[in-house]
């Protein structure tokens, strides 16, 4: 083992850099403004953006590839996995097997897109009367390729499923761990979507946000053996790891094996922890496709523009649901 738990330290990106077995992760902070008639934007708050494809932040926030409501309609995906987790606002999800859901703070969607599906995933400022921050955080997670054409499917993992362990420190300092995937001493996250590669225990896959009040002291458990593990130290001050003192919105690399202490500084601070064990397999990604080869590329591309993924059930391209639909999940098969 090393001398030190830090393997590598460096400025975050987007989207963030992540490890085997996961592919992807971006970070989204908006401060969308109070909603319309139509749960968009108006049409002055449209003036100067790239309309359809905006990703500058222009008055605190983005409409990405939405047209008036914020979000990202339908598109496809084959080979893996998505993880969003909601920490404000509201995410409305159709898809082209039919089902839909919207889901809020707390919550977080687990799909599988296995052999081929398409999503929307829009951003509905459901807030007349009041503005409509969002954050969320969308983590893509390899499947082997055993399970890369399995049915596509998703699962709410809600917010009262997902268990949240509170550590204090010597100094009475609280740190707050929100267990998405995976295990934390003696808790368990609920179960993934069953072809996940988090489905197996002996994957020790592991999803936690984290939260730690200003001056807390929070040693991370160790693991018994030895993955790699990402911290993504997103909003805060000044954290100390060892020797190292590390400024916000920076990643940490470090073994999953080795004890980790983090000293937090004079704010809250907020962290994105990722960990498993390697799929060790050739990844070949073009976009929204995952596979092993680029001829396996190739024939996903041929296949999409044959078939659709079935096609688009839905009368819009941006579905957004009724207001006040409340959160809800609907399977249509």
Not at 64 to 89: D, L
Not at 96 to 116: H, I, Y
Not at 279 to 285: C, G, H, K
Request: glycine share 8%; with cysteine.
């Amino acid at each position: 083992m090393s001398n030190s738990p830090v393997i590598k330290i460096e400025q975050l990106g987007f989207p963030w850099r992540t490890k085997d077995p996961f592919l992807f992760c971006a970070h989204h902070r908006d401060e969308y403004p109070k909603g319309n008639e139509n749960m968009g934007v108006t049409q002055d708050q449209l003036l100067g953006r790239n309309v359809g494809s905006d990703f500058t932040i222009k008055d605190g926030f983005r409409l990405y590839h939405g047209s008036k409501v914020p979000g990202f309609p339908y598109h496809p995906h084959r080979g893996f996995e998505t993880i969003t987790i909601n920490k404000e606002g509201f995410v409305d999800h159709s898809d082209s097997l039919g089902s839909s859901g919207r889901f809020g703070e707390g919550d977080v969607q687990w799909m599988t897109a296995g052999r081929g599906i398409q999503h929307s995933e829009m951003f509905p400022l459901v807030h007349e009367e009041k503005e409509n921050p969002l954050e969320i955080f969308q983590i893509w997670l390899n499947l082997p390729k055993v399970k890369k054409f399995v049915e596509p499917h998703f699962r709410m993992l809600w917010k009262n499923m997902i268990p949240i362990i509170n550590e204090v420190d010597k100094n009475n300092n609280s740190t707050e761990i929100t267990l998405i995937a995976g295990s934390y001493n003696d808790a368990v996250a609920p179960s993934p979507t069953p072809d996940s590669w988090a489905a197996e225990q002996e994957n020790n896959v592991n999803v936690w946000t984290v939260k730690m009040q200003k001056n807390a002291i929070w040693n991370i458990p160790t693991s018994d053996k030895d993955y790699d593990r990402t911290i993504y130290f997103y909003r805060g001050s000044e954290i100390t790891i060892g020797p190292n003192k590390i400024k916000e919105y920076h990643l940490i690399e470090a073994d999953s094996k080795e004890k980790v202490q983090i000293l937090n500084g004079s704010e809250d601070a907020y962290f994105l922890i990722l960990q498993g064990k390697p799929i060790n397999e050739p990844v070949a990604q073009h976009g929204p496709f995952v596979m092993n080869t680029e001829q396996e590329i190739h024939e996903a591309f041929a296949e999409y523009r044959k078939t659709q993924f079935g096609g688009w059930p839905w009368a819009e391209h941006e579905v957004v649901h009724p207001r006040d639909a409340g959160v809800f999940e609907k399977h249509n098969k």
